[in-house]
């Protein structure tokens, strides 16, 4: 199982970086390669994501979610995935955000691409374009501010 750990301070407030990652139908505007997130519940989500060249479907769970500090999630059918993503106050107007991914590489071209640190550098890139998503509007698209 392949693990990525990445972090990047954006230029806004706590809060408002942790309601906007709580946007995940809005994930496809900075992922590179989600196709698309739709919210089911509360606690599960359906992705489409295109990696490899190939369409990968899943659905994942919440499985916690604590309101300006992290959320973690597994897949529970389809590619399988788990993670935490956390939010740190570095000062009112800085948050860092700090992404932790395990993932399971499929096939002789996503193995590949894994032992070449391809993954890594989308979730880089994924961070960055979160990072100038929120900075350039100045504010959340929304929020959900409940606990799981």
Known sequence: ?????????????????YNQWTQFEEFPKFMEGVEEVRQITDKKLFWRAKIGGHVKEWQADIISQEPDQRISWRSVEGTENSGTVSFERVDANKTRVTLELNYEPEGAVEKVGDALG????????????FKEFIEQRGQETGAYRGTI
Not at 1 to 17: C, D, R, Y
Not at 118 to 129: F, Q
């Open 118 to 129: 391809a993954a890594g550098r989308r979730v880089e890139g994924d961070l960055k374009r």
């Open 1 to 17: 199982m392949g693990h990525i750990s990445k972090s990047i301070e954006v230029n806004a407030p706590l809060q408002t970086v």
